[in-house]
């Protein structure tokens, strides 16, 4: 029921929020049937019907090509932010899970001390690998980090690079705890790859290994990764197709190009098959 028709019955009209607005325009033939206007309102409707066919029919548009086209890239790419409270509950969790016979997580292997007092768990599930560390003196889980498979490359690339995320508590972050296990991932021969999105810590984590370790700029497309150089513009690095990379123990910017890897930039890529085309 329409603003218009509440008023004549007495009720009162309940704005709505723009979020939960149809597509259409309330008033829109497309939107649900509308009786005939009588009299002058008759009129006036035949005058004015074109101009609303018109919106009407640019309206249903625009909702098929928002349905149709990928959604726009966003721009501001380190901007996540995860709540402190809610990563204390999952580490509780997982905690309690690391201690009960029978669950997955407390058939971790145990890795060398990567840091004095604490204890890194491993497991592989999938081609995925997952480190929790843990504070046995205080009884809880300081963190952990998963190495996560690229659906984004082939299967020659999945085999050689992973994406790792983590989350650690607050009182456990910024003692180079995230930057140990990543080393480890490194010295395993993994190639690591940022993800599309990254908090500020994250993004100082980074650059803070590429001072050991070779890192690169690259585009994921076409199930490839394409190699940028040391060094990209701002607006380039702001791409959500755009990654940073890691070089693991083994690997050299020569060997990814000679394994079929890393591939020339994706513009002189495109160039290569437009000329062979």
Same mark, same amino acid.
């Given at each position: 029921?329409?603003?218009?028709?509440l008023?004549?019955?007495?009720?009162?009209?309940?704005?709505t929020?723009? !979020?939960?607005?149809? !597509?259409f !325009?309330?008033?829109?033939?497309l939107?649900?049937p509308?009786?005939?206007p009588?009299?002058?309102?008759?009129?006036?409707?035949?005058?004015?019907?074109p101009?609303?066919?018109?919106?009407?029919?640019?309206?249903?548009?625009a909702?098929?090509?928002?349905?149709v086209?990928?959604?726009?890239?966003?721009?501001?790419?380190?901007?996540?932010n995860r709540?402190d409270a809610?990563?204390?509950?999952?580490?509780?969790t997982?905690?309690g899970r690391?201690?009960?016979?029978?669950d997955?997580?407390?058939r971790?292997?145990?890795?060398?001390?990567?840091?004095p007092g604490?204890?890194?768990?491993?497991?592989?599930?999938d081609?995925?690998?997952?480190?929790y560390?843990?504070d046995?003196?205080?009884a809880?889980?300081a963190?952990?980090?998963?190495?996560?498979?690229?659906?984004?490359?082939d299967?020659?690339?999945?085999r050689?690079?992973?994406s790792p995320?983590?989350?650690?508590a607050?009182?456990y972050?910024?003692?180079?705890?995230?930057s140990?296990v990543?080393?480890?991932?490194?010295?395993?021969?993994?190639?690591l790859?940022?993800?599309?999105?990254? !908090?500020?810590?994250?993004?100082?984590?980074w650059r803070?290994?590429?001072r050991?370790?070779?890192?690169?700029?690259?585009a994921?497309?076409a199930?490839?990764m394409?190699d940028l150089?040391?060094s990209?513009?701002p607006?380039r690095?702001?791409?959500?197709?755009?990654?940073?990379?890691?070089?693991?123990a083994?690997?050299?910017?020569?060997?990814?190009?000679?394994?079929?890897?890393?591939?020339p930039?994706?513009?002189?890529?495109?160039d290569?098959?437009r000329?062979?085309a």
């Open positions: 029921m329409n603003t218009l028709a008023h004549r019955r007495g009720l009162p009209a309940r704005p929020l723009r !979020s939960h607005r149809s !597509s !325009s309330p008033r829109s033939a939107a649900f509308q009786p005939p009588s009299g002058a309102a008759r009129a006036v409707g035949c005058a004015a019907w101009a609303a066919f018109h919106s009407a029919l640019g309206t249903a548009v909702a098929v090509l928002r349905r086209l990928p959604p726009p890239r966003m721009e501001l790419r380190i901007d996540v709540p809610g990563i204390e509950a999952e580490l509780d997982l905690y690391l201690h009960s016979p029978g997955p997580i407390h971790c292997t145990r890795l060398p001390a990567l840091l604490l204890v890194f768990h491993h497991r592989e599930a081609g995925e690998h997952y480190v560390v843990e046995p003196a205080r809880r889980l963190g952990y980090t998963v190495f996560n498979r690229l659906i984004e490359v299967r020659r690339t999945d050689h690079v992973r995320h983590s989350k650690y607050p009182a972050q910024g003692r180079g705890i995230a140990a990543y080393g480890w991932g490194l010295d395993r021969g993994f190639c790859v940022s993800g599309a999105r990254q !908090s500020e810590g994250a993004h100082a984590l803070a290994l590429a050991r370790r070779p890192l690169r700029w690259v994921l497309r199930r490839r394409h150089g040391v990209i513009p607006a690095a702001a791409e959500l197709d755009t990654r940073m990379i890691l070089l693991g083994g690997w050299s910017v020569a060997r990814l190009h000679a394994q079929g890897l890393l591939h930039p994706a513009d002189a890529a495109n290569a098959i000329k062979r």
